[in-house]
């Protein structure tokens, strides 16, 4: 493909006529835009494609190097290359390991990278069941009751969001507990409801310096210490998943109780590693395999199937169509189900810590758009609150509506309900409301025509907003797992496509850096050289909070 390409996709853009019309003149449109992989059915055709615009970007996809790419990352190439790293996380959810030919770059082999997944993967099992079994006992003899989860990021989003989004199949008599952000209230919050010899706590951190990790541990350290815990009660009580051995030994965490990460797992792909053990702590080690399982389906598909039926490819195109070709700066996640919202916020540092990026792989600028603003929350709620803006703002805002079939209880018509409502949304975004369709509707409510003509402008809805639709047979552990490795691998493919690295975030780095001088000069150094707005900020912020401790 040329590199007139998002030329091409913007000029194509404004040759797009009424989707209204399109399903009017081709009843199969339906059928042509809709593909299934792993049980799921994508419904893609209320998106604003033709058939000329459909095959370019098929045509974009078939020109491009995602095959090769793939086929970099399978192989274990180091294609984050900023970081001279490979890309290994599909290797985490492989139930056959006989396959693995990964090459970290630290003399690790197919032999040793496949020993330590089974390794680390039988430790995982081990400590959920012991948890489950009441056999883990805490320093006093007491069953372990609680599990107090620290991270933050791609080490606390995904499993997170699984454990909710699993609930149903919670059979674990151990509560997980998840502390993130670096405000103390979160940690005092949740230790209020715990006792310190029953309650097991793992730190999560790849590097093990992660700033709000590491202080957010030391906080729920020292609450053990001030309930008369010693050295070694510590260690039967703490864990984590790191890759920093050193450190956590440094900060009294026992060898064996250490789950390993690796480098070639990026954090906001690494719910199938050590990171997932708070959802299998909940869901129970069978269901656990399941997620993966459902992750590992998804990998065949993207892996085997051509590009015109490849649900991962055609999501990739479909957001780099409305990014590149409309302009389109936002996409909305909208999960009908109670137990998926959070989803979206998965999904958001997923995507945005993914592409977010104006540097191409090779170091030279960007001259597109690349990630959106992944936003949304669960339906029906956002009904009744931004979708008045999805209907009748100037915006177009492309969406995918997620609804699983059949539902975790036995409330028939309410599921029914949720569903009708999930169906006539993407309808609306599709066709719209037009001035006589208005105009007409308020006659037979009984206004006369000159009050239903002032009306009826302020009821239309443009329509030709696109929606993607994904139907799920239920939210059970499988298919979520297909459905994160779903995004996974649509992320990737755009990534090839705007030429970018997806496996690295060093923009994250630079808040982090200059939170250093600033804390520095908040703890009374006064010879940081800093912005003068930033110095404001702090004499203002040390004058109020000095003022008020003293009261």
């Not at 032999?111 to 006992?137: F, P, R, T, W």
Request: with cysteine; proline share 4%.
């Amino acid at each position: 493909m040329s590199g007139n390409i998002w030329s091409a996709l913007a000029t194509q853009a404004k040759q797009q006529g009424s989707l209204r019309q399109a399903f009017a003149d081709d009843p199969s449109r339906a059928n042509r835009f809709s593909v299934s992989a792993c049980d799921i059915l994508l419904d893609y055709s209320k998106n604003l494609i033709d058939d000329t615009s459909w095959a370019l970007l098929q045509d974009f996809a078939q020109h491009s190097p995602i095959k090769t790419a793939l086929n970099s990352m399978l192989a274990g190439d180091k294609i984050n290359n900023t970081e001279q790293r490979a890309v290994g996380h599909m290797l985490l959810r492989k139930a056959d390991l006989s396959s693995v030919s990964l090459d970290n770059g630290l003399a690790i082999g197919k032999c040793e990278v496949s020993a330590e997944i089974i390794a680390c993967k039988e430790q995982m099992a081990n400590l959920v069941s012991q948890l489950h079994a009441g056999d883990y006992l805490g320093f006093n003899g007491q069953v372990i009751t609680d599990v107090i989860w620290i991270g933050i990021g791609g080490s606390l989003l995904g499993p997170q969001m699984a454990v909710e989004a699993l609930t149903p199949y919670h059979c674990s008599p151990v509560q997980v507990h998840f502390v993130g952000n670096i405000d103390p209230v979160v940690v005092t919050d949740t230790l209020a409801q715990l006792k310190p010899a029953t309650t097991l706590v793992c730190v999560a951190s790849k590097s093990f310096s992660t700033e709000e990790t590491i202080q957010n541990a030391l906080l729920v350290r020292q609450w053990f210490t001030d309930h008369g815990a010693d050295t070694a009660a510590i260690n039967q009580h703490f864990w984590a998943a790191t890759s920093n051995l050193s450190a956590a030994a440094e900060f009294g965490i026992p060898a064996q109780h250490i789950l390993p990460l690796w480098d070639w797992v990026g954090g906001r792909f690494s719910i199938w590693s050590a990171i997932g053990l708070p959802v299998a702590i909940m869901i129970g080690n069978d269901n656990f395999t399941q997620l993966l399982a459902g992750g590992e389906a998804m990998d065949q598909h993207f892996v085997q199937t051509p590009f015109t039926d490849n649900m991962p490819v055609i999501l990739a195109l479909l957001g780099i169509w409305y990014i590149n070709g409309f302009g389109c700066q936002t996409q909305a996640i909208l999960p009908y189900s109670h137990y998926l919202r959070l989803l979206p916020s998965y999904v958001q540092q997923l995507d945005m810590e993914s592409n977010g990026k104006s540097i191409k792989a090779d170091g030279h600028s960007v001259s597109y758009a690349t990630a959106p603003v992944i936003w949304g929350d669960a339906g029906t709620n956002g009904q009744h609150a931004y979708h008045q803006l999805l209907h009748q703002s100037s915006l177009i805002v492309p969406a995918d509506f997620i609804l699983a079939i059949t539902p975790q209880h036995q409330h028939k018509e309410q599921h029914q309900r949720l569903a009708a409502h999930c169906f006539a949304q993407t309808q609306a975004l599709m066709q719209g409301k037009t001035f006589t369709e208005a105009y007409q509707e308020c006659l037979a409510e009984g206004m006369d025509s000159e009050q239903a003509a002032a009306l009826a402008v302020h009821k239309v809805s443009a329509g030709n907003k696109p929606s993607n639709t994904l139907l799920l047979p239920t939210l059970s552990p499988y298919y979520l797992g297909s459905l994160i490795a779903l995004y996974e691998h649509k992320i990737f493919c755009q990534g090839i496509l705007w030429q970018i690295n997806s496996f690295d975030q060093w923009g994250v780095e630079l808040g982090k850096q200059l939170s250093k001088p600033i804390l520095q000069a908040l703890q009374g150094d006064t010879n940081q050289a800093l912005d003068s707005s930033t110095q404001g900020l702090i004499q203002h912020f040390m004058q109020r909070y000095t003022l008020n401790m003293q009261r």
